[in-house]
């Protein structure tokens, strides 16, 4: 994949040349950047990370001209097709300051590699690989999402913003065999038995569900590259590159020419070429575990060569990010292990440095003291060093925490003021429509962002609003999101984080469900008296009295910070 390299060199030129002809706009949101990069001295910690997890196709339409490619025009059943978005799209938003606004410090996308050519009707209606999950070449980007110069430059312009970038990495199957795209040769993959799910090698050697090819990752035999594979890289000019890149690798590596490694290779290269900080690992229990330890080591060295090859982009020294999608994991109750029925697997020992948590959508009909004291207690104890991404909604979860949107502002609230890592999904901010009158399963979960309302509805803009401020002030204090809690008063409520850690500390002090106009809250010891101290939230500024501050605000909910000279 060096192509990639010429691609990201010609971008640079670009960006250069481009920045001697600045229009006022360029200039302004220039010097915005560089104010918001001056002025934060927060370190960065994944364990309090804002991840905005989208799916590439639903987000925003940067390049119209993209929309239709491999004559996937055939009618799909509402919400099945591709709709457009793409990773102009994105990077559109971030120079729009849209994530800055959110307290967004990574973007987590779903895959941009290229999908099956056909579509499926199975079940749900006919169906194309918007959702990026259907892969059919690792090595190649879907045009319908974009080209290797447009990802250079989004990865490129979100280091500069602070924003890290989270790819779907998919090593479990191809995508579904259709009359445009045959399957796999059978040293690469297996199309049976279905998983049944009621053991360890149920839920692992097996097709995931029918008409997907399930990789056999357990394999260590030496096989050819897939004919039809060979063929397309020949027809695309890059066959003989490919071919000794591949050489390198496994001369590098010692590793066997098996389906698993080869995919590792092509996924672990855009770590190399374009600096990705980490991957969230699509189906994780349905590969051996072992992979996964594979899977972060090649990873770990790609990231290393990155940062070694440019010295004068590296963010910080955090190491490569991986989190894992162990379906139905519910970490708070269960611990480090995940239990198949007949065997416990701990994946935080292979590879992960977090996992998606499925109990928090549960966790969050908790009241607040009992969610932040337990999430605090689970997460600085039982698994201690390791981490929990937690979400409200997500593409495939059809029981989220709010469903019908009735509860935007308590979704924001538990979310980001929670121990752990928070994963905003698409629209979460913007109370995007989760039910779609004619749709199937999991689709109604994937409308398209609604930005005709985040433009003109009130309401939709005061739970924008919510959000932003929630996310702003999580993003400038890791003691919300990394440090530990500490309830000060049950009525009205209020409670302390703290964080203090690699030789860095932080305080803060939050009040929920308050009155509005006058209060006073009691901060005890956090805050020396004389202290003033700032509410994030409204702007309001208190001096700290005999332990307390008054304020006078519109709002039920206050932020308190020291006050910056």
């Known amino acids: 994949m060096m192509y990639r390299n010429i691609l990201i060199t010609a971008v640079a030129l670009i960006l250069i040349l481009g ?36 799916l ?25 097709g591709f709709e457009g978005g793409d990773i102009k799209g994105i990077t559109q938003k971030i120079k729009d300051g849209y994530f800055q606004d959110l307290g967004i410090n990574a973007i987590w996308f779903t ?4 999908q099956i050519h056909g579509g499926t009707d199975e079940g749900t209606g ?38 890290r970038i989270v790819m779907d990495a998919v090593i479990n199957h191809t995508g579904p065999v259709t009359k445009e795209d045959p399957v796999w040769p059978n040293n690469w993959v297996r199309t049976s038995p279905k998983c049944e799910f009621n053991s360890y090698e149920t839920a ?23 004919e039809e594979l060979v063929a397309k890289w020949k027809a695309e000019g890059r066959y003989e590159q490919e071919l000794a890149e591949l050489d390198a ?21 855009f770590v190399r070429d374009f600096g990705i900080d980490g991957f969230r690992a699509d189906t994780v229990r349905h590969i051996e575990e072992e992979v996964w330890a594979e899977f972060k080591t090649e990873c770990e060295q790609a990231f290393s060569l990155w940062k070694q090859n440019n010295p004068d982009k590296i963010l910080d020294n955090n190491g490569f990010y991986m989190v894992g999608e162990v379906y139905g994991y519910e970490i708070i109750s269960s611990g480090k292990f995940f239990d198949f029925g007949d065997v416990k697997v701990n994946y935080y020992d292979h590879g992960f440095d977090s996992m998606i948590n499925f109990e928090f959508k549960k966790s969050a009909n908790d009241d607040y003291e009992k969610l932040f004291s337990t ?37 924001a609230t538990k979310l980001l003021l929670t121990a752990g890592t928070a994963q905003i999904y698409y629209g979460d901010e913007s109370a995007r429509n989760l039910i779609v009158e004619g749709t199937q ?91 003033e101290l700032r509410d994030a939230y409204s702007g309001a500024r208190a001096i700290v009295h005999k332990g307390s501050v008054n304020l006078d605000t519109p709002f039920t909910i206050v932020l308190l910070e020291r006050t910056t000279k």
């Open 19 to 54: 920045s001697c002809k600045e229009s006022k706009e360029e200039s302004k949101h220039k010097a915005v950047s560089e104010r918001i990069v001056t002025k934060s001295k927060v370190p960065f910690f994944w364990e309090n990370a804002s991840i905005y997890f989208l």
């Open 56 to 80: 590439t196709d639903r987000f925003n339409n940067g390049d119209p001209s993209n929309d239709v490619n491999f004559d996937r025009t055939l009618p799909t059943a509402p919400l099945r």
């Open 111 to 114: 895959p941009v590699v290229e």
């Open 126 to 163: 006919f169906t194309y690989g918007f959702h990026g999950y259907w892969t059919k070449d690792w090595t190649a980007l879907d045009p319908n999402f974009g080209t290797m110069a447009d990802l250079a430059e989004l990865v490129s312009l979100a280091h500069s913003e602070g924003i």
């Open 204 to 226: 692992v050697k097996c097709a995931l569900v029918e008409n997907l090819p399930d990789i056999l990752t357990e394999s260590n035999e030496n096989i050819s590259l897939p």
């Open 249 to 269: 690798f496994f001369e590098r590596t010692g590793y066997p020419r098996a389906p698993r490694f080869y995919i590792i290779k092509w996924l672990s290269d």
């Open 375 to 411: 999430y605090s207690n689970v997460i600085n104890d039982s698994i201690a060093g390791f981490q929990v991404l937690n979400y409200v909604t997500s593409h495939d979860d059809s029981s989220p925490f709010d469903k019908e949107r009735k509860r935007t502002f308590e979704s």
């Open 441 to 531: 399963g999991d689709a109604t979960l994937r409308s398209k962002m609604n930005w005709g309302d985040i433009e003109s509805n009130d309401s939709t803009k005061a739970i924008l609003n919510h959000w932003q401020k929630l996310g702003k002030f999580r993003k400038n204090h890791p003691s919300v999101g990394a440090g530990t809690h500490k309830m000060i008063s049950e009525s009205p409520y209020v409670f302390k984080r703290t964080y203090d850690k690699e030789g860095y500390s932080d305080e803060i002090i939050i009040g929920l469900d308050l009155e509005k106009g006058a209060k006073s809250l009691t901060v005890g010891d956090t805050f020396p008296n004389d202290t």
